[in-house]
């Protein structure tokens, strides 16, 4: 009986690449064409269409979550997915902001901190995306979980006494938004410093 070394160990095929046409591409998109509906519901502006509104930027939110989750466990990553959702993303909020101005809800002067620093951070990440990728950050998880709640919050039709409850989850929203920006610039300096001493 003879012995030798091992044979080599064959690898385990490489799974195909995602097709454009999967579910969480799918809900990427259905989230985009909301958009509009959840603009035209909320400025109709009576109780009735707030609560639709609501609903419409809930199952929004919602999807959002959900074809992130697909996207990873199912292997259902696309070079589309990664640039429609985050502008999905943006659209779902900025849209929800800007209405809520319009209404004369929301202070300009927030909507514009929002949507400057959430369309900034999104050209930055691609404009050093050739020295690697920002990874997303708990604080820019909780920055979206913030945002989420606080617009949820305005668009429902609530009683007076409770309104300083969405008042609050706004600022903590703007906070947390305005610093999270900031710690990204930070880590894109650190990166193109870093590519640059290789």
Known sequence: MTTGAPGPVAEPPSPPPASLYNVANLLTLLRILLVPLFVWLLLRDTTAWRLGAFAVFAVASVTDKIDGD???????????????????????????????SVLGELW????????????????????????GVIPASK????????QILAIGLYILPLPEIVQP????????????????????LF????????????
């Open 70 to 100: 697909l996207a990873r466990k199912r292997n259902l990553v696309t070079d589309f997915g990664k640039i429609a959702d985050p502008i999905a993303d943006k659209a779902l909020t900025g849209a929800a902001l800007v209405t809520l």
């Open 108 to 131: 300009w002067w927030v909507t514009i901190a929002i949507l400057v620093r959430e369309i900034g951070i999104t050209l930055l990440r691609f404009v050093v995306i050739r020295y």
């Open 139 to 146: 604080g820019g998880k909780l920055k979206t979980t913030l």
């Open 165 to 184: 409850v969405a008042w609050v989850a706004m600022a903590a929203a703007l906070v947390v938004t305005v610093v999270t920006g900031v710690d990204y």
């Open 187 to 198: 880590q894109a300096w650190r990166l193109r410093k870093t590519a640059g001493t290789r």
